[in-house]
């Protein structure tokens, strides 16, 4: 198995039991050894009082894309810190593509940034997670 066929595999388990994942509307877009993009609508039962996203929902979206990629490898990565800063309003009808930089990985840890960009190709958020390697695997 390659490693982007390794990529592939790892994800399709995840997302099979990822129901949040599954109710945010993601679609990924990409999947290799330590990257993804990950896409999904804004619906309006993701507005807040303000009628704009929820923080929650950027938020959502990029973790889980950091899931995908610091998992992809095969051993198991759960986040241990995770920080996001908003840059621009999200409505209704946008559509959120988020995209995962590894910026550093050791056998350990692993340090990512995920840029989220609307349909006009404008950041709407900067997200940035360490992952911890569990020792398990998913193969």
């Not at 349909?119 to 695997?137: C, L, P």
């Amino acid at each position: 198995m390659t490693p982007e066929e390794k990529a592939k595999y790892i994800l399709d388990k995840m997302m099979e039991g990822d129901r949040f994942s599954q109710w945010l509307g993601i679609m990924i877009r990409h999947i290799a050894p330590g990257a993804c993009i990950a896409e999904m609508k804004l619906r309006d039962e993701m507005l807040n009082g303000f009628h704009i996203a929820h923080g929650g929902i950027c938020y959502a979206l990029a973790d889980s894309a950091l899931a995908f990629a610091s998992n992809s490898y095969g051993p198991k990565a759960v986040s241990v810190e995770t920080s996001i800063s908003h840059t621009r309003k999200v409505e209704t009808g946008d559509t959120l593509r988020a995209e995962t930089e590894e910026l550093n990985r050791t056998h350990r840890f692993a340090l990512c940034q995920v840029i989220i960009r609307n349909q006009r190709w404008e950041t709407v958020a900067v997200f940035k997670g360490t992952v911890y390697y569990t020792g398990d695997s998913w193969e």
